[in-house]
């Protein structure tokens, strides 16, 4: 059953970051579809490093744009600007079942490997943290690192790339 779950919200989330990343452009602002990857990705590590055991976390990301900021186009018409804020919203599910969710506003994503903003993790309706940043915000960009570590029941691979993570906690787990 839980691997039904978890085929079915991976098969969710393609989709969701297909689509998004085939309708927004990633030059000169935020890239909702990589600020949902990274977010998951480093939420989910946070998580786990505060011994939460995640059986699925998927994130979606809408950008934000003010009306302010659009900029006139060649041809007359009013061309949206890069976004410089992409709304983070995102859900899932402990091992022991309880609902998972983080949201927030996202203004800075770093190559896979960090997200800056504010954003808050909630389990069972309670605040486990606050984070103006996850992941490792002072790493060089490099390539996307692959998803969290493989767990033995995980259908997944192990990752490829090791990243360390500096994450500003605000709140104090409770279990």
Same mark, same amino acid.
């Given at each position: 059953?839980?691997?039904?779950?978890?085929?079915?919200?991976?098969?969710?989330?393609?989709? +969701?970051?297909?689509?998004?990343? +085939?309708?927004?452009?990633? =030059?000169?602002?935020?890239?909702?579809? =990589?600020?949902?990857?990274?977010?998951?990705?480093?939420?989910?590590?946070?998580?786990?490093?505060?011994?939460?055991?995640?059986?699925?976390?998927?994130?979606?990301?809408?950008?934000?744009?003010?009306?302010?900021?659009?900029?006139?186009?060649?041809?007359?018409?009013?061309?949206?600007?890069?976004?410089?804020?992409?709304?983070?919203?995102?859900?899932?599910?402990?091992?022991?079942?309880?609902?998972?969710?983080?949201?927030?506003?996202?203004?800075?994503?770093?190559?896979?490997?960090?997200?800056?903003?504010?954003?808050?993790?909630?389990?069972?309706?309670?605040?486990?943290?606050?984070?103006?940043?996850?992941?490792?915000?002072? =790493?060089?960009?490099?390539?996307?690192?692959?998803?969290?570590?493989?767990?033995?029941?995980?259908?997944?691979?192990?990752?490829?790339?090791?990243?360390?993570?500096?994450?500003?906690?605000?709140?104090?787990?409770?279990?």
């Amino acid at each position: 059953m839980r691997l039904l779950r978890t085929m079915a919200a991976l098969g969710a989330c393609g989709i +969701a970051v297909a689509g998004a990343a +085939a309708c927004e452009p990633a =030059a000169g602002g935020l890239d909702s579809a =990589a600020v949902a990857l990274t977010t998951d990705r480093t939420a989910t590590s946070t998580l786990e490093r505060l011994t939460f055991d995640v059986a699925w976390l998927s994130c979606s990301a809408r950008a934000l744009t003010r009306a302010a900021e659009s900029a006139p186009a060649a041809d007359g018409t009013t061309a949206p600007a890069a976004p410089r804020e992409v709304e983070v919203d995102c859900e899932g599910e402990t091992d022991d079942g309880k609902a998972i969710t983080l949201d927030g506003t996202v203004t800075e994503e770093r190559a896979g490997v960090c997200v800056k903003g504010d954003m808050t993790a909630r389990i069972a309706k309670k605040v486990v943290f606050q984070a103006t940043m996850l992941g490792d915000c002072s =790493a060089a960009a490099t390539a996307r690192p692959s998803s969290r570590p493989a767990r033995p029941s995980d259908p997944r691979p192990a990752p490829a790339v090791t990243v360390t993570e500096t994450v500003t906690v605000t709140a104090v787990p409770a279990k």
